[in-house]
């Protein structure tokens, strides 16, 4: 009997306890206040056959960047020299990120971040990049983002990749008219040439994700010149202007 | 016939509301006004005005400076007074004003006051330190005043000289540059500007550094 009472006692104090769950996890897409840390991305038009070196100081300034900040800062790099890793898609890319800056003039080294949210021209040495890009990226690093990409099964399959990504809208606002874009990469040497972009993959415009949902996207690439190491994705506006969020990831 | 009535009734209200008396009086004639071109700033300025009188009553005299300033150091109120002139420079109009019982006449004369002072040149834009790109155009403000004015403004990119304006809007000099690719790294943008008068020369610099690039389009295969 007592065991009886006991028993009885505990099930009601559970009942009288027992409330929903609250959902006050920061990354949960499921709470309002939810948001994530910013990745940024860089992404860098380069012509590494140039006497000059100014393509160098560029780069060395992107590896400093990624000492820096980690895996808070993924890097592409565009080459536009003439090398198999030089793309009409890269120069369709650059083209626009030039003609939507506020200064439309070519000329590389030329490093965008997050797309054209700013823009880093020019090297004297790697050390003035290095302060430019520093003064953007402690900025744009600590800013909250209300999305989160999570990449699965980034396979290399023979002759083509293969990858899932998931995208969750955080906070409490739908977004709209957002591109999930997958950038094959490869380290072809240890020097000028460890982020080289090998293509670029994007997802259908996807015209609305609302507070809390999750999509997810599969994508594959092939016709590459060779097996690319990393894919970064990026999620941007449909103009590919503007980079939201973005994870990088090793290729299995 | 009524409408000339009453506009001789008009006139005749008109003619006895006036001062009848002063109508028909005559104002002082200034024969000369004394006083100097040029001063320096500090200096004393003597200045004395001759008028006439064709009516015989007394004359009265006011002097007064525009823009104001400096200090009248006799009464401002006689044919001759003295004025010191103010510390800073530039065009000070004297007007005497001669009165006598009914009327009064005036006259100005300009007083340059020289400024021996160097003028106030600030470069505003570009800042300290910024970074320009080769092949960019960048805008260059500069700040100059000077209490004579400004004669030019003459800008120079490392000590060489590129560029001259006379012309300002609200004593901001305007200059347009794009480094070209002989330009890398810091360089030093300085702006001289040269006073009216007195041709007193002052100048200020800023660094700014230089990014090469590669310009143009990578023509593809």
Redesign the interface.
Known sequence: MRRYIFSLALLTTFIIGCQDIPRDNLLDPKNDSSYQASTLLLEAFV?TT?A?N??LWALQALDSMKELYGKRVVIAEYH???SPY?S?VF?NLYDKYVDNSA?N??????IFLNGVSARV?????AA??VS?LNTLLSDWVVRNNYFTLEAEDVKWDDSKISATCRIARLGSEPAEDILLKMIALKQVNSGQLKRVALGIEKSVVISKIEAGEIKTEDFEMGNLLSRPDKVIFCLTSSDELHVYQSIEVNIQ | MKRRIAWLFLLALFLLSCDAEKLFKKAPVIDSVELPERVNQQDTVYARVMATNPEKDALSYHWFVNPDGGVFIDPADGAETRWIARTGGGDYTFTIKVSNSYKSTEKSKIVKVIETGLPSVRIQKPQANAYWIQMHTYSIEVQALHGNGISKVMLYVNDEFQQENSISQNNIYEFTFAPDTSLLGPVKIKAEAIANTTSARAADSVMVTVEGIIPGRYALP
């Open positions: 012509n140039a000059d100014y393509n536009r020299d003439g030089t009409p120069e200064d003039i070519k000329g590389v080294p030329d021209q020019g090297a004297s040495a003035t990049v430019r």
